[in-house]
């Protein structure tokens, strides 16, 4: 039993406890932002060199440390948005009837440059991983950037519940290129499809066949996509 709760509650605490953190360095003085963003670089730069250092470690603590690493890469970009450091072109909000894919040009445009730099991670990532035995990194930075494509989508379409409360005063005039609305044609979708890749990585996890490896990543990361599928149903 200890073998499937260990990596699931490894996975809840420390998404928990970096999302904690990064809410409170975002929440003190504007000042204090470029120690912040420099912490959180070397912790970067040390994932990535983590990425690399396991890449063929196929022990149990390997699928932990390429968990942890795609996490601490994840959350370098996040805050890197959240801070101002990389946003987009275009911070201003949305003009006054705006609509299709005009809106959607404009919304794009706030997020390119840190949409580019999730981008140009993701794929150092890959680089660092090709043909490697240990993916779990990039299973995680993966799972990460597709649910949150799918969160940012359904936001900009329309969901009941926005949370723009926790948009930090700098970027608050993101809350202006959201849509408030009972329900959008790709919410159903993106829910079930999220859903079925969160069963199967369960399902997975549990076949007999399975290397303690194996079982250890499958887990880390489908406990991360059900922690998004909830944050989708919060919506």
Known sequence: MLEYAAPIGFALFIWWFS????????????STFRWSMLGATLVAIAAIYGVWATRSDTSVTGAYLGFTCGLLLWGWNE????????????????????????RFIYASETLIHHELAIAATG?????????????????????????????????FLGVPNLTEEFLPENLQFLKTYFKN???????????TAATMITVQLFVGAAAPEKAP???AGYLLVAALMALAVLEHWFM
């Open 19 to 30: 999302t904690g953190a990064v809410i409170y360095l975002d929440g003190l003085p504007r």
């Open 79 to 102: 805050m890197s948005f959240l801070m101002g450091f990389i946003t987009g072109s275009r911070r201003s909000v949305c003009p006054e009837n705006c609509s299709g894919w005009r």
């Open 123 to 155: 794929f150092a990532v890959i680089a660092l991983v090709w043909e490697s035995a240990n993916q779990v990194a990039l299973w995680t930075f993966a799972a990460l950037w597709g649910m949150r494509i799918s969160a940012k989508l359904n936001v």
């Open 181 to 191: 609305r009972p329900m959008n044609l790709l919410f159903p979708f993106s829910i």
């Open 213 to 215: 490896f194996e079982v």
